[in-house]
């Protein structure tokens, strides 16, 4: 009902008691304000900081190869897309990147989104319906969820990387899509991918499988989750990646079969309503993803400096989680406590940020350090000597 004008307030009365209220409860965001560009050594609110934060896993972001692309293509192309993918803001350096991924992933077609948040809206939205059920894992990234909210499916959430556990609910409640994370974004570890391809096939479900943070990192020359695990598009056929971490660059993509990404260009919204993202950034993608592939030594690296992190961590006592990728987090439990070792790396020059609900369940707030083929061994050390030194 609406109410008389008299009893209206404006936006800035209404708002600020939430905004107090996040900062009562340690939930109050902030953006820092870089001065550098994506690597360790930067430099954030005025100071040189040795940053253990970023998703750049291959040290890729800032490659001068990837820039000298990105540079020529906008030369080539301009900057602007200009328009929608189905108006005329496809390009032949789009085509090509599409062309590329396909090839990488082992599948008939790729098909280029502007972000990986956008991805997986368009994907789930298009691919299920009212009448559907969507099955994901409580830790899936929130665009995932959020994407089978939009699509008005009934989405049922299984314990985290549980298969028996959505074994026992999918048997009473056939489902559409089994979705999950490949790599979860916040703890690191792996969904039982072939677990999960087992009951997708015995049920008749469609699995799709987000490998925001396994691509580049995972597999033979970075194929990812599913190459890690021996998977391939029979057992998975709807993969998603993104090009802003491993690969330093920007935007997603979706690969699966012809059938698959013909349906999402004619009916993703995501897709089609949205101007194309710069053509230079293609280029930019197609020189990262060539070095992703070729230079093994930045995965080298990785298992090396997770390794030495891991070794390090567990001898001076530290609450690790089990992850075997570059991401490694450190449970602290309340959100004051993730703010107050945040602040204390920081002060010794550290930039680790502290993830908090809703990010991640109530309880279970955390530092997310993540690691890089940048980093020196020296920066490792340096990190856990840091560690070693927090107020608990
Ligand atoms: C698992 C996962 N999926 C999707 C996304 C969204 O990708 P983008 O940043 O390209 O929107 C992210 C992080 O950003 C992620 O961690």
Same mark, same amino acid.
């Given at each position: 009902m609406e109410r008389p004008p008299s009893s209206r307030t404006n936006p800035e009365t209404e708002l600020r008691p939430r905004l107090d209220a996040l900062k009562a409860q340690s939930l109050y965001r902030r953006r820092r304000l870089q001065d550098?560009?994506?690597?360790?050594?930067a430099r954030v609110d005025g100071r040189p900081m040795l940053s253990f934060?970023?998703?750049d896993y291959l040290g890729l972001a800032n490659h001068p190869e990837v820039i000298a692309a990105l540079r020529d293509g906008a030369e080539r192309?301009?900057?602007?897309?200009? #328009?929608a993918h189905l108006v005329n803001g496809h390009s032949r350096a789009h085509q090509a990147l599409e062309e590329a991924l396909a090839a990488f992933t082992g599948r008939p077609r790729a098909l280029l989104f502007s972000t990986g948040y956008m991805a997986n809206l368009g994907v789930i939205s298009a691919l299920a319906g009212r009448t559907d059920t969507v099955f994901e894992d409580r830790l899936n990234h929130a665009s995932l969820l959020d994407g089978a909210l939009l699509s008005r499916a009934r989405l049922r959430r299984y314990p985290h990387a549980d298969a028996q556990a959505l074994k026992r609910l999918i048997d009473s409640d056939p489902a559409r899509l089994i979705v999950t994370d490949g790599?979860?974004?916040?703890?690191g570890d792996l969904a039982p991918l072939p677990e999960l391809a087992t009951i997708a096939r015995d049920s008749g479900a469609w699995l799709m499988v987000d490998d925001a943070h396994g691509l580049g990192v995972l597999?033979?020359?970075? +194929?990812?989750s599913l190459d890690h695990f021996g998977l391939g598009p029979e057992d998975v056929p709807i993969l998603m990646g993104t090009?802003?971490? #491993?690969?330093? *660059?920007f935007g997603a993509f979706v690969a699966g079969s012809e059938e698959l990404i013909e349906t999402l260009i004619q009916s993703a919204r995501s897709y089609i309503y949205t101007t194309a993202t710069p053509p230079a950034l293609a280029e930019a993608t197609l020189a990262s993803l060539a070095i992703t592939r070729r230079e093994h030594w930045r995965r080298e690296r990785l298992t090396e400096w997770i390794e030495r992190f891991r070794t390090g961590a567990t001898r001076i006592g530290l609450n690790l989680m089990?992850?075997? *990728?570059?991401i490694q987090p450190i449970l602290a439990g309340s959100a004051e406590q993730a703010l107050a070792w945040s602040a204390a790396l920081e002060a010794a020059g550290l930039l680790v940020t502290a993830i908090r609900p809703p990010t991640v369940p109530?309880? *279970? #707030? +955390?530092l997310r350090i993540t690691l890089s083929a940048a980093h020196t061994a020296d920066d490792i050390d340096r990190l856990l000597a840091a560690l070693a030194r927090l107020p608990t």
């Open positions: 550098s560009p994506q690597q360790p050594q934060c970023g998703n192309w301009g900057v602007g897309s200009g #328009a790599v979860f974004s916040m703890d597999g033979h020359e970075g +194929r990812g090009l802003g971490k #491993a690969f330093g *660059t089990d992850s075997p *990728t570059p109530e309880g *279970t #707030a +955390r």
